[in-house]
DNA sequence: CGCCTCTTTGATAAAAGTCAATCAGGGTGG
DNA sequence: CCACCCTGATTGACTTTTATCAAAGAGGCG
């Protein structure tokens, strides 16, 4: 069952419950703390069963670049494969609960279950796309328009998890929004009360509702990052 | 012998001999002509053989962002294992060439090859990586720094294909430079002037000659994006 | 209540973009 | 062979965007 979230794609009933045996562990993060840290060894994969976390890479200066923020269902981890060391910290924004996927299961589980390991090689190249698109949006978008595709992004996720596609709670500050989309909290501080007095949304702190998607989406240029 | 090239990690004799089988086919890809296009199906990817080539995906308003260029040994189409659909366009900046890796034969081969479907995730996870530290550049460095990077990478990776890390041709234009980096094609041009300026290269036309890599990896703060 | 962190808002400065004109090379055709 | 044209590169003047610095306001929690 837990399978489910964590790898929810296109399996036979028979093929999801060999999977479950690769879920042995799961592991509590209380908000703020590290999953893993850069530098640790990758002997697993995490797929996020409750909760939001941030990953981030920092270089040999210390600058810190949040690359993504996850939401349930979602797969941590994949950029720790190249040399099996983790390449980047992933801490969670709130009380989070995640399912271990040992490596060493998965690779002689995906032996004989070819399946399984289709499932990776997508969740991979999903992974490479959308770093891709982040690059693309940090490269061409100016700040409002960054900000109206991560707010879609995030209301689109939320959707199909279930959940209000216009009112969320941001669990992230402006501060780790603005590291992650290229511009300081204050212009995020900015926008947010820009896009409030043009009546596209309301914002409370961090609770947010959109109120004009379309506008919104015109902003974005109809992709979502 | 092919393989090397495509795939050059650590495999034994054997299994470079078996893997020589996935490369059946070549393809010779004129300068400034696609091998492959936003929307085509993923049958194979492709180990560029010599050449270069760059990778640019757009959005529906036809805005552009060029997401690597490719050198010798590197491996391309991995954005496209989502769907089996490509999401990007590749396209040569030089008379170029590519080894075909058709995926029937990957995954056939990999089922008892263990070490080829080691050898994929790594890239895959590499690929990730590198546009994770892409991500980093361009939302936490400023131009020059995003510039100096660019030039260090390009070195660096260069001097592993065994030509001088120092004087290099650049096979892209100042406008795919300033694509790449989310910077514009004037922005560049002065940057290099100024760079040429202050001694830390040559620059005419393409050709480009680094003086002072240590004031350039100074400059990128010792990260090579 | 008071402290602490996060957020908002303003004033100013710096970075990079835009617009525009000129220049250089490379290739083509007379 | 040379002039011309076309693309790509350079440089300048000016504008826009976003960052920086600074101060004040809002919650949340001990």
Redesign the pocket.
Known sequence: MLSEICIPLGMSQKDVVILDELIKERIRIPKGSSLFRLGDPTTSLYGLRSGTMKTQIQDAAGQVQITGFLLPGEVIGMDGLLENIHVSNAIALEDSEVCVIPLEDLDSLSQHLPILQFQFRRLMSKEITRSHQMVMSLGT????Q?LAAFLINISQRLSLLGYSSTEFI?RM????I?NYL?????????L??RFARDGLLH????EVNLIDMPALRALAGTDCG
């Open positions: 978008l100016r700040s409002e960054r941001l500050s402006r501060e780790e603005g290229g511009l300081t909290l204050e212009t995020i501080s900015r947010f009360s914002i409370q702190q961090r």
